[in-house]
């Protein structure tokens, strides 16, 4: 529901791209090309003897000119990358081992390993870009080998996220599953969940970093910082909330204030709280997280009644402050009372104490 930001994970998620991702996919298309009959952690050591030798002839020349410092600085920093992949290709994670499927992978032919790169960049650019959204991901996982699932959601997301000592590697600190979900609160100044407003987020205990696009339908967005969110563990599960289901079209949280887009109404007969979206990506939003169920719950609804009788006598109150007439100045006055991003259920109520302003004059 509520806009947010991701920059101080997707700092760090953007050198894991840099250090492992992406040099994974350019090395085994390397390897492809030169069509080499060693083993690919092989392959990756020869680079590595390569460049050192190159070096040392560029320490003994002497020379400052800028282009061998630049060349020097170049392989120096492949080599660091290199270490970095062959200590990860010696990892295993369930009995699997990292290698073993790189070395499925590579058998592919050199053409359909190019494509599934394209594949990971295509879908990096297109979740990026606000314009076409995920109306267009519906093809883009035909021809992804099942590989690629073993290595970015085993490996990188479930054993490589917080292993200390590939981050070292990286040159930072290892990035924690906690670590995660306060750096997502602080870049938003946000205590409750995004994605429904129901529920806060101050005890880590309660949260999951949650994939907007299930990762087990987009293996290459499982490291993808505008993919994932610090959610409520109720909104992760199938039952209560979006579990691994896709819905097109759609939007999310990174891409705008969804919950402002929403409209509430409370039949107080029926004791039931209904939701409707101003467009078809809004209804599919709440229908994926299924909020028009969630908000009616009986817990869910007296606790909203809750709030709304205790607010009520607040509001009529204000009438000798005269900022009910105004309706800006109402404005103002009920987010000071509901408390956007750090009190639940503020959409709802901003809804509700709108509608019913007449009643208060």
Known sequence: MWYVMNKQNGKK???????VILPLFEYMISYKQKEVDENFDSYLEQIKNQNIIELNKIKKTNQKLYCIRKREQLLTSENKKIDLLIYICKRKYNKKKFLDSVDKLLRLDEIRLRYQYYCYLQQKRELKSKKRCIDDFKSKNDGISLEWQVIFCDFYYKKFFTNEKIWSMIGEKKLTRDEFHDNFRNDNNIYVCPYCDLNYNH???ILEIEHFLPKSKYPFLAMNPLNLYSACVTCNKPSKGKGDKVIRPITMPYYEDIGRKMNFFIDITEKKISIKGKNLKIENYIHLLQLQERYSSKGNYEH??????????????????????NIDEFQKYIEEVTKPKECTCYFILSDFFKNNRGELQ
Do not use: A, H, M, P
């Open 304 to 325: 909203i009644q809750r709030k709304i009788k205790s607010f009520y006598q607040t509001l009529k109150d204000s009438k000798d402050k005269k900022i009910i007439d």
């Open 203 to 205: 005890d880590v205990g």
């Open 13 to 19: 998620l953007r050198l894991f791209e840099i250090n």
